[in-house]
């Protein structure tokens, strides 16, 4: 029986070194342990039952074969009046839309599609765990710029030190998965202006653009990038249903920009899936049509979460800091003695009942993320309520 040929060696080196995702590990711990699981960031509830409805009514209608690999037309209308609607943007449905499997595949395709080996990335860490592993594919030279406790704000003068002319692109995410972040526009005006000056290409992750809490909207909320003067011909701008709908296991995202950056994305979506869920894409364009109040909505419930885990962590002495957006807040945890978070996320399951995310694996700066962890609040609040109360009632301390 033949045996499946290995990797060629350069690649293997590449990603020897990537552990497994820390999400399915502490995921897995949470089921051999029965303990709550407040660590991975999927909600407890699904979307919009119309939207349920149109999938089953596309199923039926015989949307079971193959998708144009760049997207259906009525989905990517519907991304395109998206961008409309909420940002000002006019984007051709037809040439600067593909749908893509999740945004992770936004991601992978838009990286393999513009990035060569050896070029030169930046990107702002604490990252989505794919991102590394997209880089070392693509072979490129990664130049992480920190976002660091207390406040996890970009470094201005770091972030102008680290794009270069050797800067290819870089790697944007906001709102900001782990640390709750959302960048300002001052803040996007200076990746701008670097951008602009350095002939760089901007990939923008902006799956929680709807998942902006009030005191983030206050100071106007999430800003797309590709909004600000002189920045929509070099911004690709990426996004999914999965978290503004609560749909996250259809996995079906898009990229949205120029055409020659789209026809990159394509170029690599090819031969990567190819195409994406028939019946799923008719579903995301009646969401997007049809429940633009959902997303909102969705929004301050997961406020009134943030709240109740924030208050209840503070409580347990994990004083966390209170995210601006998306699913999580991130807790500094060497106040109760332990220098690594890794550690206590192993020990809370037999110690609280609870599981974490350690978010160390989030850094190429381990000692900035060592003592750091990740709580995820789109559960419902009697589930956060319990894993705050058995966070309070354990012993936490080293």
């Known amino acids: 029986m033949p045996t499946a040929k290995p990797l060629t060696q350069p690649l293997a080196d590449r990603l020897a070194h990537i552990p497994p995702t820390v999400f399915s590990e502490m995921s897995a711990l949470a089921l051999r342990t029965g303990a709550l699981n407040l660590g991975q960031g999927f909600p407890d509830v699904d979307g919009p039952p119309s939207v349920i409805a149109a999938a089953e009514a596309a199923l039926e209608a015989g949307a079971n074969q193959y998708a144009p690999g760049i997207g259906v037309p009525a989905l990517r209308a519907a991304i395109a009046r998206h961008q409309q609607r909420h940002y000002g943007l006019e984007v051709d449905p037809d040439q600067e839309v593909v749908v893509t499997t999740g945004c992770t595949e936004a991601v992978a395709a838009a990286l393999l599609g513009l990035v060569d080996p050896g070029e030169e990335v930046v990107v702002l860490e604490p990252y989505y765990d794919s991102y590394v592993a997209m880089l070392d594919m693509c072979g490129a030279r990664r130049r992480p710029v920190t976002l660091r ?4 704000r970009p470094d201005l003068d770091e972030l102008r030190a680290a794009v270069t002319d050797d800067t290819r692109v870089i790697l944007l995410n906001t709102p ?5 972040t959302v960048l300002t526009r001052e803040e996007l005006q200076v990746v701008a202006d670097l951008a602009i000056r350095h002939d760089v290409i901007v990939v923008t992750d902006e799956v929680y653009e709807h998942l902006v809490f009030d005191d983030a909207r206050s100071t ?7 909004t600000l003067p002189g920045m929509w011909e070099r911004t690709l701008t990426l996004s999914s249903a999965g978290k503004s709908y609560s749909f996250t296991g259809w996995k079906v995202g898009w990229a949205t920009g120029p055409a020659p950056l789209v026809q990159a994305v394509l170029a690599a979506k090819q031969w990567l899936t ?35 885990l924030c208050d209840g962590l503070t409580a347990a002495g994990l004083s966390p800091r209170v995210p601006e957006g998306t699913y999580f807040a991130t807790t500094d945890v060497s106040p109760l003695g332990w220098a690594d978070g890794r550690e206590l996320c192993l020990a809370l399951p037999e110690r609280a009942g609870v599981v974490a995310i350690p978010t160390q694996g989030f850094y190429d700066d381990k000692e900035a993320g060592r003592q750091l962890v990740r709580w995820a609040f789109c559960k419902q609040p009697d589930v956060i309520s319990e894993g705050v109360r058995r966070l309070a009632a354990a012993d936490l301390h080293r």
């Not at 406790?149 to 996890?152: G, I, R, V, Y």
């Open 220 to 226: 106007e909320g999430h800003v797309p990038i590709a």
């Open 274 to 308: 190819f195409t994406s869920g028939s019946p799923l894409q008719p579903a995301v364009a009646h969401a997007l049509d049809h429940e633009p109040a959902w997303p909102r909505q969705l929004a301050r419930d997961l406020q009134a979460r943030r709240d109740l």
């Open 149 to 152: 406790a207390p406040d996890f």
């Open 176 to 180: 900001h998965n782990p640390t709750g």
